[in-house]
């Protein structure tokens, strides 16, 4: 069936003893594995994988990859073939190249993000288990984040050069990994240039988001919470932890998520949010939306643009 | 503040030449922003986006923390380039503002914007 889901995201950090505690005091993510390299590994405490983070320490902030689990591993073969064919170039690194983590196919979006697909995690489960399990674990911290979710992925986009990586990404994203359009932002003449899009392969309006930028890079990682009033207490947590918050609670247009923006130490920035919004399907007509309304679909309250957060990446 | 009483030193943004204090265990940004005062963009605070850059063209400044490479180069912070977010004023300070917002969808329709405005 090729691509389940996000599987981890790996990203650069310029504190490593600073990124581990914000992780998880504010978003309650548990260390599971460090590796020679110094790189850390966390999880959620919802998901049953060994890791969804990866922390490496850098002089920089910023994303290194992002992973999708496909479910088989002849997936992997398969999705080389058809990656290859879209006119991608690949490597497949071997079992081991990620500790626990089985081979993976590794290739860089046409805006140069280096994406990952793997088949095979190590299994270690979920807090709760399998067998009759509470609906949720004693013992959480900070905002307890139950798995992330999504990232939103900054693409360059210069309409007088004609560069468009967000269309690019998406045709890619359609064409080779089967994933599927849930909304998107028109701007320019006549609405012509197609400058952000949410992508699906599950049934939540974004398993990946693309929009145009000046420059390529990482806006956000965001983990799922249950509620809105999660999402509030999210947002306690961060002020409990002198946490930077960029947006406080509000809810999105585009996707209808209830929603916190933050900084990990950083300045990478984290979402979480709460609300599925609506059952992502492929035969789900695709939500436009255009330039003249595009604040409200960013925060749909107050419909206004907020600088540090539509112009800051890392 | 009204009541902060922490050791202070001035801070002035030399293109506009508005001064604030900032206590000397604070970033010259969060001290800014304390105040509701603007002049340095703010953006992730945390030393990683970049967009609060500034030139320390007079004064001393203490380091609280690591400064993104991928936005001061070792060349420039002998420059006296750092990040707005990641310094405090050791003695009075005057600072020009290096970084700026990139508004995404923007390049090309900012250029025509340019253009058809009077």
């Not at chain 1, 081979?103 to 190590?122: I, V, W």
């Not at chain 1, 604040?295 to 643009?305: C, K, R």
């Given at each position: 069936m090729g691509v389940m889901r996000i599987g981890h995201a790996s990203l650069r950090v310029m504190d490593m003893a600073a990124a581990v505690k914000h992780y998880e005091n504010v978003l309650g993510l548990k260390t599971t594995m460090q590796d020679k390299a110094g790189n850390v590994y966390l999880k959620c405490w919802d998901e049953w994988d060994k890791y969804s983070l990866v922390l490496t320490p850098s002089d920089r902030a910023g994303l290194n990859h992002v992973a999708y689990k496909v479910e088989k591993d002849e997936d992997l073969d398969a999705l080389q073939k058809r990656i290859e064919a879209w006119g991608v170039k690949t490597t497949m690194l071997p079992e081991g190249a990620l500790p626990s983590t089985g081979r993976m196919l590794q290739f860089n979006l046409p805006s140069g993000h280096e994406m990952r697909l793997y088949a095979m995690k190590e299994y270690v489960g979920?807090?709760?288990?399998?067998?009759?399990?509470?609906?949720w674990p004693d013992?959480?911290?900070?905002?307890?984040?139950?798995w992330l979710d999504h990232l939103l992925l900054m693409c360059e986009l210069n309409p007088e050069t004609g560069v468009n990586t967000v269309a690019d990404n998406t045709r890619f994203m359609k064409e080779a990994l089967d994933f599927f359009l849930t909304e998107q932002v028109m701007v320019g003449p006549g609405g012509a240039i197609q400058a952000a899009t949410w992508m699906s392969r599950?049934?939540?309006?974004?398993d990946i988001a693309f929009v145009g930028g000046p420059k390529s890079g990482l806006h956000h990682i965001a983990f799922y919470l249950d509620s809105w009033h999660d999402v509030l207490k999210a947002a306690d947590v961060m002020a409990k932890n002198r946490v930077r918050i960029d947006v406080a609670p509000t809810r999105h247009g585009i996707t209808r998520g209830e929603t916190i923006y933050f900084f990990d130490p950083s300045g990478n920035r984290n979402e979480t949010f709460a609300g599925l919004g609506y059952l992502a399907q492929r035969d789900r007509p695709v939500t436009t939306w255009t330039e003249d309304r595009l604040g409200s679909g960013i925060?749909?309250?107050?419909?206004d643009l907020v600088p540090s957060f539509t112009d800051v990446y890392t | 503040m009204i009541f902060d009483t922490r050791p202070k030193m001035p801070v002035t943004i030399a293109q506009t030449g508005e001064s604030y204090p900032c206590a000397t265990d604070e970033s010259l940004l969060k001290g800014m922003c304390k105040l509701g005062r603007r002049g340095i963009p703010v953006g992730?605070?945390?030393?990683?986006?970049?967009?609060c850059k500034v030139r320390i063209v007079e004064g001393q400044v203490t380091p609280l923390g690591p400064v993104s490479r991928a936005h001061v180069s070792a060349e420039e912070e002998r420059a006296g380039f750092t990040l707005a977010c990641r310094v405090a004023p050791a003695t009075a300070v005057r600072l020009e503002v290096a970084g700026k917002f990139e508004k995404p969808f923007s390049k090309g329709f900012a250029a025509t914007a340019d253009r058809v405005s009077p």
């Amino acid at each position: 069936m090729g691509v389940m889901r996000i599987g981890h995201a790996s990203l650069r950090v310029m504190d490593m003893a600073a990124a581990v505690k914000h992780y998880e005091n504010v978003l309650g993510l548990k260390t599971t594995m460090q590796d020679k390299a110094g790189n850390v590994y966390l999880k959620c405490w919802d998901e049953w994988d060994k890791y969804s983070l990866v922390l490496t320490p850098s002089d920089r902030a910023g994303l290194n990859h992002v992973a999708y689990k496909v479910e088989k591993d002849e997936d992997l073969d398969a999705l080389q073939k058809r990656i290859e064919a879209w006119g991608v170039k690949t490597t497949m690194l071997p079992e081991g190249a990620l500790p626990s983590t089985g081979r993976m196919l590794q290739f860089n979006l046409p805006s140069g993000h280096e994406m990952r697909l793997y088949a095979m995690k190590e299994y270690v489960g979920t807090e709760v288990g399998t067998q009759n399990p509470d609906p949720w674990p004693d013992g959480l911290k900070g905002a307890g984040a139950h798995w992330l979710d999504h990232l939103l992925l900054m693409c360059e986009l210069n309409p007088e050069t004609g560069v468009n990586t967000v269309a690019d990404n998406t045709r890619f994203m359609k064409e080779a990994l089967d994933f599927f359009l849930t909304e998107q932002v028109m701007v320019g003449p006549g609405g012509a240039i197609q400058a952000a899009t949410w992508m699906s392969r599950t049934t939540t309006p974004h398993d990946i988001a693309f929009v145009g930028g000046p420059k390529s890079g990482l806006h956000h990682i965001a983990f799922y919470l249950d509620s809105w009033h999660d999402v509030l207490k999210a947002a306690d947590v961060m002020a409990k932890n002198r946490v930077r918050i960029d947006v406080a609670p509000t809810r999105h247009g585009i996707t209808r998520g209830e929603t916190i923006y933050f900084f990990d130490p950083s300045g990478n920035r984290n979402e979480t949010f709460a609300g599925l919004g609506y059952l992502a399907q492929r035969d789900r007509p695709v939500t436009t939306w255009t330039e003249d309304r595009l604040g409200s679909g960013i925060f749909y309250h107050t419909g206004d643009l907020v600088p540090s957060f539509t112009d800051v990446y890392t | 503040m009204i009541f902060d009483t922490r050791p202070k030193m001035p801070v002035t943004i030399a293109q506009t030449g508005e001064s604030y204090p900032c206590a000397t265990d604070e970033s010259l940004l969060k001290g800014m922003c304390k105040l509701g005062r603007r002049g340095i963009p703010v953006g992730c605070v945390s030393g990683g986006c970049g967009v609060c850059k500034v030139r320390i063209v007079e004064g001393q400044v203490t380091p609280l923390g690591p400064v993104s490479r991928a936005h001061v180069s070792a060349e420039e912070e002998r420059a006296g380039f750092t990040l707005a977010c990641r310094v405090a004023p050791a003695t009075a300070v005057r600072l020009e503002v290096a970084g700026k917002f990139e508004k995404p969808f923007s390049k090309g329709f900012a250029a025509t914007a340019d253009r058809v405005s009077p």
